[in-house]
Nanobody
Framework: QVQLVESGGGLVQAGGSLRLSCAAS????????MGWFRQAPGKERERVAA????????YYADSVKGRFTISRDAAKNTAYLQMNSLKPEDTATYYC??????????????WGQGTQVTVSS
């Protein structure tokens, strides 16, 4: 059974940092694209960052460029989202996803259950 499990969310003050992890199990995701999405209450889900299977092509939403970094550790079958200089508007539930076709634009076939990030002002 394929499973993605996020961790690392929490409450942080504005300007602080968090690192989210997405541990994959059930298959090897080294040739999958990995993406991080977020959804705040009353807002649509937003693609925040993505990494193509090659590990070279990345995508970042304009709102997080220069502050967030996506990475993966193939040996651990884990993806990460390093979030620095956090702002209150980054508050949301963050989801990781894996895409079979390896492209940052998706589609994304597998999703985690989400982890809450709350940034206080």
């Amino acid at each position: 059974q394929v499973q993605l499990v996020e961790s690392g969310g929490g409450l942080v003050q504005a300007g602080g940092s968090l690192r989210l992890s997405c541990a994959a199990s059930g298959r090897t995701f080294s040739r999958y694209a990995m993406g991080w999405f977020r959804q705040a209450p009353g807002k649509e889900r937003e693609r925040v960052a993505a990494l193509a299977w090659s590990g070279v092509i990345t995508y970042y939403a304009d709102s997080v460029k220069g502050r967030f970094t996506i990475s993966r550790d193939a040996a651990k079958n884990t993806a990460y989202l390093q979030m620095n200089s956090l702002k209150p508007e980054d508050t949301a539930t963050y989801y990781c996803a894996a895409g079979y076709y390896g492209s940052t634009v998706g589609p994304y076939n597998y999703w985690g259950q989400g982890t809450q990030v709350t940034v206080s002002s």
